[in-house]
């Protein structure tokens, strides 16, 4: 997160269990946990269960919290987690329905779409979804840490717990498989 | 002429390749690659980059007003946490040395004590270091689990995490013999389970093809083994914190 840090005073007296002190850390660390949320759940409600979720776990785990240590990038690892968990349970609740198939669908060929253009099409941006949809947890994890927040990844593996080598292949299976699944609209575009 | 595989091009596209310059040069050259890397950046430029919802100043004293009043307890210091399990490890063996003398199990002509809970508040808070320990040895069991299933590749080097997989046995074989000794048919038979697939890990090849990394991620989906962790793990977090219950004797 890029937040800067609260001070070390703060941090000292929310480990003690004072709430008040906790409340800062909550207002300065919200947003930041909601675009994390958000990227990995893409959906405003599962980011915003996330975030209060993330926060709760937290403070439980305060006690544990290494002093030297940012809270920001603590509480990044948090948010991180508790997005995978959530994706599974979501996943585990659809009862593992098979994803839709990705048709085929109509591109302007007259001219060049850009980037911005092509996200911008819901109907692309369905296509995307269900191609993350059809990602493990760990994989759209790594997938969206490495794209969309632009981490390293060893970055990665510090935020998920993992080894560099299981990062890397997380991120390398994802692009793999968004490959396959949109080579539909890469052959129209 | 050496090509690239589709990983150096993802890390290239990151910007995370090693040898940059090299890749660079032999793009320019290799149609081959040059292809394979173009494909790469237009699925990437498809996906694009997810716009977030803004979330005004306010936000912070909204989330905090939804979770005031909803605040766990806070659980121990990092030190005592890294003590537990040295102290559950102690409990265990100090159990196994009960039972081998005979002195805490009673030997099968002799009629088993009948214990009411909470008459042996000792025995309790035993009971729960054993519980947050095992929670705690499980939990690195399915991250290490996690871990060698996730790894992909034409041949891939698992001495990694075969290492790691093999310090977990152990541990599991002594959580696995006291839990058995305590007649927890439940807890012993998933990490009966757990210490096979360990095992299974931490002796086969240090160089694995697709298939046999297929074969057994299979296994471990047959089995449901990485589900039964996860729920066995919460039922021990929920044992360590909850009252003590009588248990069942078999």
Not at chain 1, 163 to 189: D, N
Not at chain 2, 123 to 135: F, K, M, Q, T, Y
Request: proline share 5%; hydrophobic share 40%; with cysteine.
């Amino acid at each position: 997160m890029t937040v800067s840090d609260v001070p070390a005073t703060v941090l000292a007296r929310a480990r003690k269990g004072d709430s008040e002190a906790f409340r800062e850390l909550v207002e300065q660390h919200s947003r930041s946990a909601f675009r994390l949320a958000y990227r990995m759940t893409r959906n405003e409600q599962d980011a915003e269960d996330v975030v209060q979720e993330s926060f709760l776990r937290a403070y439980r785990h305060l006690g544990r919290f290494e002093a030297r240590s940012h809270f920001g990038t603590w509480l990044y690892r948090i948010v991180a987690n508790c997005a995978i968990e959530h994706i599974r349970t979501r996943l585990a609740r659809q009862n593992r329905a098979p994803m839709e198939p990705i048709e085929k669908i109509t591109m302007p060929t007259s001219e060049s779409p850009g980037p911005d253009r092509l996200a911008e099409s819901s109907g692309v941006r369905q296509r995307v979804d269900a191609a993350l949809e059809g990602l493990s947890p760990l994989e759209r994890a790594a997938f969206t840490l490495r794209h969309d927040e632009g981490r390293t990844i060893d970055e990665i593996g510090h935020a998920l717990g993992l080894r560099r080598s299981a990062a890397k292949h997380a991120v390398f299976r994802a692009v793999k498989k968004l490959r396959v699944e949109l080579r539909s609209l890469r052959a129209e575009g | 002429m050496k090509h690239y595989v589709e990983d150096d091009l993802i890390l290239y596209y990151y910007g995370e390749a090693r040898n940059r310059a090299a890749i660079d040069q032999h793009l320019a050259s290799c149609g081959e690659c040059s292809t394979a890397y173009q494909e790469i950046v237009s699925t990437l430029a498809v996906v694009g980059h997810l716009e977030v919802p803004e979330r005004d100043e306010r936000y912070g004293l909204e989330v905090w007003q939804r979770i005031r009043h909803s605040l766990p307890v806070q659980e121990p210091p990092f030190w005592m946490a890294w003590l537990r399990p040295a102290l559950a490890g102690a409990v265990v063996l100090a159990i196994g040395a009960a039972f081998v003398s005979g002195r805490y199990w009673p030997g099968r002509d002799v009629p088993a004590p009948q214990t009411v809970a909470g008459e042996d508040p000792s025995g309790e808070a035993r009971e729960r270091v054993l519980s947050a320990a095992i929670g705690d040895h499980l939990e690195q069991s399915e991250r290490a689990l996690l871990d060698f299933v996730n790894t992909s590749g034409d041949s891939v080097d698992v001495s990694d995490q075969q290492l790691t997989v093999a310090d977990l046995v152990d541990t599991n074989r002594l959580y696995r013999h006291a839990a058995e000794r305590a007649g927890d048919r439940t807890v012993a038979s998933v990490l009966d389970e757990l210490e096979r697939t360990l095992l299974e890990i931490a002796n086969g090849p240090s160089t694995m093809t697709p298939a046999e990394l297929e074969a057994v991620r299979a296994r471990l989906d047959a089995a449901a083994l990485l589900f039964r962790v996860r729920v066995l793990t919460d039922e021990m977090h929920e044992r360590e914190i909850a009252p003590a219950q009588p248990r069942k004797t078999t």
